[in-house]
């Protein structure tokens, strides 16, 4: 009988394996610049014993740098670990045959998150079929496409053609600059209509506005509950620490970095949900049982506050936060800035931008 896991109970720890190699492809929105790093090798053995000292469910994902992960020569033996413990989540061109990369005995576990670049749009038909035989092989697939401002024309194309073999692609917004526009700020409305920009999960939409990010003395979750190996092949709290750490900690710690860009994992603000932990369970075949009494749908008018009231009440740059603020409301500045001046007022803050919140309704 399969264990059946409460999704309040059901957490883990999520590990982020850095990946350095070379790539195949030469995209022209690549957001390292084609900055290829030597290839790094890992002691198998050194990180069995990291993953059986965790002893607990674990999701792995592959920062990759400007490398393609399927290319790296450790790739499988990497999946077949990792998958051992938990779910595997690996992006990819799509370029090489699964055949030569995946193992199968633990492919159930795996998500490949295959991303349809212009090289890999010249010959569609390969690409399809190396997502059909990672499904054939137990993988759970998924397209990824860029949604440039070049490349916008061909989504609807896209849709319909991955519908019919019943792979989902997911839209990603484009970040960078394009023709002295900086997206994804600068698509138009009905591009954010299109691409459901501002219907997406809170993050999503929360992270383009997340100008400040000097989260240093915020505790963190990041060595707690999200570990990072290194391209040394070492264990960090998260690509922005350099600091090696012995072991996981035990409790979420302060961020010890001036700037963080890893992403979102603030003890009280971060994406490691029950619905997340309970996503990637189910993914593995667990049976998960709701919680009636947990609320999955989280607002995101609350935790963008939540983001406000954290940076007002650690960060000296604050300032910038109450800016964020007013670009977003229709709040006086002075109005704010006189409530957020100092971190005994930020509950009058809050508060105060509540109530102007529930009137514009």
């Known amino acids: 009988m399969d264990t059946v896991y409460d999704d309040i109970d059901s957490t883990g720890v999520e590990i982020v394996i850095a990946l350095r190699g070379p790539c195949n492809y ?5 957001v390292t610049h084609h900055e290829i790093e030597k290839q790094n090798l890992f002691k198998l053995d050194q ?7 965790i002893d607990c469910f674990t999701v792995t994902s592959f920062e990759c740098g400007a490398s ?71 993988a759970h697939v998924r397209c990824i496409y860029v949604a440039h401002p070049s490349r916008l024309d061909k989504v609807d194309e ?6 019919k073999y019943g792979i989902p692609i997911t839209l990603v917004a484009f970040t960078g600059e394009y023709q002295g526009h900086i997206y ?41 509950q999200s570990l990072y190996i290194g391209k040394d092949g070492e264990l960090h709290r998260c690509e922005n620490d350099k600091s090696i750490l012995d072991e996981p900690y035990d409790m979420p710690m302060p961020c010890r970095v001036k700037w963080c860009d890893c992403g979102l994992l603030l003890e009280e603000l971060n994406t490691l949900s029950h619905e997340h932990w309970s996503s990637w369970r189910k993914l593995c075949g667990h049976t998960i049982r709701t919680n009636p009494k947990e609320n999955k749908d989280r607002d995101y008018d609350v935790l963008r506050l939540k983001y406000i009231e954290l940076m ?15 670009k977003h409301t229709n709040l006086d500045y002075n109005t704010l800035l006189i409530c957020g001046s100092s971190g005994n007022d930020v509950r009058n803050m809050v508060r105060f931008m509540q109530l102007n919140h529930m009137k514009s309704k």
Request: hydrophobic share 35%.
């Open 68 to 138: 393609e992960p399927t290319l790296h020569p450790q790739i499988k033996e990497l999946i077949s670990l990792a998958a051992s413990y938990g779910a595997v989540s690996i992006p990819t061109n799509n370029s090489i045959p699964p055949e030569r990369w995946l193992p199968e005995p633990v492919a159930h576990n795996v998500l490949v998150r295959a991303a349809l670049h212009p090289q890999g749009e010249q010959n569609l038909e390969l690409f399809i079929q190396n997502l059909l035989t990672a499904k054939k092989m137990g």
């Open 26 to 30: 030469n995209c022209h929105y690549c």
């Open 312 to 326: 007002c009440r650690y960060n000296p740059g604050r300032i910038k936060a109450i800016e964020l603020m007013c």
């Open 158 to 163: 896209y849709q319909n053609r991955f519908k």
């Open 184 to 224: 994804p700020q600068s698509y138009t409305t009905s591009e954010r209509d299109f691409l459901g920009l501002d219907t997406q999960n809170w993050y999503a939409r929360l992270s383009s506005e997340i100008i400040c990010r000097e989260f240093y003395g915020i505790p963190c979750l990041a060595g707690y």
């Open 47 to 53: 990180l069995r014993t990291m993953y059986a000292s």
